[in-house]
């Protein structure tokens, strides 16, 4: 039996890690993002699934349309869901590509991993919320040299597509959030 003097007794709070379990969880979570992509990129979008992809268009590395980039110079969600093209999840350069329509104007967006704030599947109501390394600049070394702003193409040289741009505010726990 421990007496009030016990040093063990539990106080109700744990204690600090000395192992980096909340960045291994993270890891583990941009991993699930990862391969969600890269199956879609092959298999397509099954059933009623598709993604919120929130990503900070001031990472260096992120390459968006400079009118985009004007509109959303801090962060932006894409929807993939029904019109999108060229889906990849490149883990050699560490970004995400895909084609989007904004406004009839056909887009290529690339993505580097670490640039991604969000991702969500509502369908499953599925969401992961990420906090960008500290030090943009260490990352950015390892993923790309400069941020860039690609050329829009024009409706002749991309499908007609729809895009939305929807805020993620709903989705903003860190963490799979399943009902």
Known sequence: M????????FTGGLPESLLPYDQWM???????????????SHQGLAGEHHFYLTFRTDWPGTEIPA???????????????????DLKADRILKRVT??????????I???????ITAFADPYIQLSLRFTPPESPKETAAEEADDVTVTEEKTEEERPDAAASVVSLDAFRKKGPVQS
């Open 26 to 40: 993270e890891d583990a979570y941009r991993e699930v993002m990862i391969r969600a992509l890269e199956y879609v």
């Open 67 to 85: 009118r985009l980039r004007a509109q959303y110079p801090h962060e932006m969600t894409i929807v993939l869901q029904h019109q999108f093209w």
């Open 2 to 9: 421990a007496d009030d003097g016990d040093d063990n007794e």
């Open 109 to 115: 967006l690339a993505i580097p991993f670490a640039a």
């Open 98 to 107: 895909v084609g989007l329509s904004f406004g009839g104007v056909g887009s």
